[in-house]
């Protein structure tokens, strides 16, 4: 069964401050998604990683998989407080299924 | 674009009462349809998914269902509510027209069972 765990689960920083959150997994993904999800809202998509070792920026945001395609990371640069939210990975299944593997998710509250 | 819609936006229910909510995809054709629950402030738990009209695969074995009675139409019932059942209930969609990767999710409901 292919899990992918998140970490931190829960980050709380002063606005301004770096942070990065982990995604991990023992399987190799063909693609990674990053989402972030507000309270009483469904996840919005942000990124999808393909290749090995691929780096994307979305403003403040760098998304990066790793060599293998077993992990990926997210790094905030200057945290605002509208990064506040639930940030999600998933991956899909590789077993042909069209199922979605979502990570365990990090729950991060910047303070202004 | 496409844009999926989900009703109701919450719902209150006593326990033993019926369910169905709606999920409706707009503008792609022939989309993988998915049903998640989440509990508060936790992760996506797969409840059912569809790759096609009437194709239906269960993940959890509960007292809810899923029904996909039209290529862009994805229900999700129950005969009889349990306290259980509460949480925030999302639809998704993927493939069709959009990328081979991604999922794209409605706004959800939430639904409490009292």
């Known amino acids: 069964t292919q899990l992918l765990e998140q970490s931190p689960q829960f980050l709380s920083i002063q606005e301004g401050e770096n942070l990065t959150v982990y995604c991990n997994s023992s399987?190799?993904?063909?693609?990674l998604q990053w989402y972030r999800q507000e309270p009483g809202e469904g996840p919005v998509l942000l990124v999808t990683v393909v290749t090995g070792g691929e780096v994307k920026k979305l403003k403040r945001l760098t998304f990066q998989f790793g060599d293998a395609r077993k992990d990926s990371s997210l790094h905030i640069t200057a945290a605002q407080t509208g990064d506040t939210g639930l940030y999600l990975c998933a991956g899909e299944d590789s077993s042909g299924t069209y199922k979605y593997i979502f990570g365990t998710g990090t729950r991060l509250k910047v303070l202004a | 674009s496409q844009t999926i819609h989900q009703w109701p936006a919450t719902l209150v229910q006593p326990v033993g009462s019926p369910l169905s909510l709606e999920c409706t995809v707009e503008g792609t054709s022939n989309p993988n349809l998915y049903w998640y629950r989440q509990a508060a402030g936790r992760g996506l738990q797969l409840l059912f998914y569809?790759?096609?009209?009437?194709?239906i695969s269960s993940e959890v074995p509960q007292n809810l269902s899923a029904s996909r009675p039209q290529d862009r139409q994805f229900i999700l019932s129950s005969k009889k509510l349990l306290l259980s059942d509460s949480g925030f209930y999302l639809c998704a969609w993927s493939g069709g027209q959009g990328s081979a990767y991604e999922q794209y999710f409605g706004p959800g409901t939430r639904l409490t069972v009292t």
């Open positions: 569809s790759v096609g009209i009437g194709q």
């Open positions: 399987s190799v993904f063909s693609s």
